[in-house]
């Protein structure tokens, strides 16, 4: 049964600072692996699609990566801004399928 | 209207009532799925349609019934609701092939008292 990690639960960081945030998992065979950004009481913005063919993918100051034999993902953020502060989930693809599994999201405050 | 909308926003019921979500997207899309987000918990994965068609029940209560009469639309038939059943129900849709990106709506906050 496939199991998504993320760790840390919270984070809190002065604005300018680079950070990561970890995403694991514990079946290697996924079609691909989604990061997705929500505000409080909303709905879901997805940020990053990667493939399991790719190492990784970028948009912006948003940086993901995988690794698929380690069962892990990083999503790297660059020069943090207040306006990134929200939660952070991750979700994986499992082969063949519609059914993404979450993470139970990393909660990001970037103080001014 | 763009992406994907969901209606209504929030919603207060009672046990005994009968209520429905509604779900619209506006993509183009032939999948159509619904997610349940409780407080402390993963989103889970409750249903999900392809080209109308259930693909997906994910061992949910009889007591949400969903409905997909075409590729735009998704409703959630509520009866009879437990007050554990509060959380933010999501609606999200993808182009329709197996691992797609999925694309969501803002969700529905549901409350039973």
């Known amino acids: 049964k496939q199991e998504v990690t993320q760790i840390p639960a919270a984070l809190s960081v002065p604005e300018g600072e680079n950070l990561v945030l970890n995403c694991s998992f514990t079946?290697?065979?996924?079609?691909?692996l989604q990061w997705f950004r929500q505000d409080p009481g909303k709905g879901l913005t997805s940020l990053l699609l990667?493939?399991?063919?790719?190492r990784e993918q970028t948009s912006g100051r948003l940086n993901a990566s995988l690794d698929k034999s380690s069962g892990r993902s990083t999503l790297y953020i660059a020069a943090s801004q207040p306006g990134d502060s929200a939660t952070y989930l991750c979700?994986?693809?499992?082969?063949?399928?519609?059914?993404?599994?979450f993470g139970s999201g990393t909660r990001l405050l970037v103080r001014p | 209207e763009t992406g994907v909308t969901q209606t209504p926003r929030h919603l207060v019921m009672g046990m005994t009532n009968k209520k429905s979500l509604k779900c619209e997207q506006h993509?183009?899309?032939?999948?159509m799925y619904w997610y349940k987000q409780s407080a402390k918990k993963p989103l889970e994965l409750m249903f999900v349609?392809?080209?109308?068609?259930?693909?997906e029940n994910n061992s949910v209560p009889s007591r949400f019934s969903p409905e997909c009469p075409n590729s735009s639309h998704l409703f959630l038939h509520l009866h009879t609701l437990q007050p554990e059943d509060s959380a933010l129900y999501l609606c999200?849709?993808?182009?329709?092939?197996?691992?797609?990106?999925?694309?969501f709506g803002p969700g529905t906050r549901l409350t039973v008292l």
């Open positions: 999200a849709s993808s182009p329709g092939r197996e691992g797609d990106e999925q694309f």
């Open positions: 993509l183009g899309h032939n999948a």
């Open positions: 979700a994986a693809l499992m082969d063949s399928s519609y059914k993404l599994i």
């Open positions: 349609y392809s080209l109308e068609e259930r693909v």
């Open positions: 990667i493939q399991s063919s790719q």
């Open positions: 079946d290697s065979a996924i079609y691909n």
